[in-house]
């Protein structure tokens, strides 16, 4: 049976103690440290490697340690936002309205059942975007411009002074709703599925991150890699990721997701694994990945720090 929505997020300590966040993994932070990233596309031009899963258990995750969090569903299949049990006839406005300027962030915005994680809901209509975009002014910063709004004035609606950290989950594809993900955003995370191919097209998605990065977004860069449904008995996913982490250096996450069974039944219950059943390896696997994500932005908000003269 399905665990109650938000008991994760009351009662961590339910997790087994091996993957439970430490309390020195919350967000309690000294406000006089600059802050590392905080806006994030879960992005990779491949279907069905865990995009969206990862999304929206990273996000419980780090709901339930404290942070403010903003699940920007950006595909328009809208898998995200079914998984957090949002409603079809309750996704306008929401992420087209909002890229296109047609409504302000409050209104796009639904509170899922997770304590401190919002939605922005995706709805077929994004689909259209992409044709849309095209003839509009500042076409590849519509996103950038709407998360902006009312920052330098202080504004309530900022997104970095109102979110403390911002998932954007990105279609399949390296259209211009994904181009308007990388500009907007600080960093790239990359779920990676342990299988031969999706390893081979992963290089079109980090030649794109660089043209990015040279052209419209210098702080933009790869904060991860993370690698998905891997199965330990299997010889091709061993091998998949003993490349990955040859090629990709400590940008590959220790933690690794397995295959799960619950992971896959969660959403038909619109909920993450981590509410669904948190006990399984799949919601392990993703509390570990959040520990392992709170680390390493730390770390990168750390090595931002100037030295004393």
Not at 90 to 100: Q, S, T
Not at 169 to 187: E, K, W
Not at 255 to 281: F, K, M, Q, W
Request: aromatic letters at 4%; one cysteine or more.
């Amino acid at each position: 049976m399905p665990s109650a929505a938000g008991t994760l997020a009351l009662n961590i300590s339910e997790v087994p103690p091996t993957v439970t966040l430490s309390s020195s993994e919350s967000t309690t932070t000294d406000p006089s440290t600059p802050p590392g990233p905080q806006i994030f596309a879960i992005a990779n031009q491949k279907g069905g490697v865990g995009k969206t899963t990862t999304a929206i258990n990273l996000a419980t995750a780090l709901a339930a340690v404290g942070e403010k969090v903003l699940l920007i569903d950006l595909d328009p299949q809208g898998n995200a936002s079914t998984s957090l049990g949002i409603a079809r006839n309750d996704r306008a406005p929401g992420a087209y309205e909002f890229i296109l300027g047609l409504s302000p962030m409050a209104e796009c915005i639904r509170a899922s059942a997770i304590p401190g994680l919002s939605v922005m809901p995706a709805s077929v209509s994004l689909a259209g975007a992409e044709i849309e975009l095209i003839d509009m002014e500042r076409r590849e910063h519509r996103l950038f411009d709407a998360l902006a709004a009312g920052e330098e004035s202080g504004g309530e609606h900022a997104a970095r002074a109102q979110w403390t950290t911002i998932l954007l989950d990105c279609p399949p594809s390296l259209g211009l709703v994904t181009l308007n993900a990388f500009v907007a955003v600080d960093a790239v995370l990359v779920p990676l599925q342990a299988e031969f191919l999706a390893l081979e097209g992963i290089g079109a998605l980090v030649n794109t991150v660089e043209r990015i990065k040279k052209r419209l977004n210098p702080k933009l860069h790869i904060a991860g890699v993370v690698l998905t449904m891997v199965d330990r008995r299997n010889v091709l996913s061993q091998q998949v990721e003993a490349d990955a982490r040859q090629h990709f250096g400590e940008l590959v996450f220790g933690t690794t997701i397995p295959r799960n069974v619950r992971i896959a039944e969660a959403p038909s219950h619109g909920l993450p694994v981590l509410i669904y059943d948190n006990a399984c390896a799949g919601s392990q696997a993703y509390i570990l990945l959040a520990s392992e994500f709170i680390r390493r932005r730390r770390n990168a908000s750390a090595q931002q720090v100037p030295s004393p003269p």
